[in-house]
């Protein structure tokens, strides 16, 4: 299975203001770069948790040799909705599954996905797609320690603007925000159900 995102999200779980607060900046001389490292560390944060922050549209895509009776993680929680899942019929035209043939736990973490009855499909990657919004509805949402873990990360990556600075020690992404990001880490479990 292929995850690929659709849609990204239109705003950042930071604000500008938050940030240059968090780092004591006098002026806005640096907004564009700030902003920057805002988007960053929400995608590194992203990157080691598997949790979408903000509201974005994902498809999770499955190979024909995938698909067998079973149930799928979706290890994108929280997930907000199962938009559509869809498939190459055997002519390979795209065809929307209908929903008495599927179903979903959304509420789970991982989410599950399971398919009830399996369509006839073309033999290709990506043969069956499942379309879902996923992360925190708005900023507010957003767990505080993820926020205070972006800040540590934005305040390191501020700092440090370089990898390697000779005659200095070399510093990696604060150990703190990986404690903070540790509990909202979404698991990697792909277990095929037979039956």
């Known amino acids: 299975m292929n995850y690929r995102l659709v849609t990204g999200p239109a705003t950042e779980p930071l604000t500008y203001a938050e940030v240059k607060a968090f780092l004591r900046l006098n002026d806005d ?21 598997w949790r979408p922050l903000i509201s974005q549209s994902w498809a999770l895509q499955f190979d024909k040799s995938e698909l067998t009776l079973f149930i799928s993680n979706i290890n994108k929680a929280p997930i907000i909705s199962i938009d559509t899942v869809s498939y190459y019929d055997t002519d390979n035209v795209l065809q929307t599954l209908s929903p008495t043939l599927y179903e979903t736990d959304i509420y789970g973490n991982p989410a599950r996905f399971r398919l009830k009855s399996i369509p006839s499909v073309y033999d290709r990657m990506g043969a069956l797609i499942v379309n879902f919004v996923c992360g925190y509805t708005n900023a507010a949402a957003v767990p505080q320690a993820i926020k205070q873990a972006m800040l540590l990360i934005i305040g390191h990556l501020y700092e440090n603007r370089q990898d390697v600075v000779t005659g200095t020690q070399v510093n990696e992404i604060p150990l703190a925000s990986r404690y903070l990001l540790e509990p909202y880490r979404n698991n990697f479990i792909y277990a095929p159900m037979n039956g």
């Open 29 to 49: 001389s640096e907004q564009t770069f700030v902003t920057t490292l805002i988007t960053i560390a929400r995608q590194i944060v992203e990157g080691q948790t």
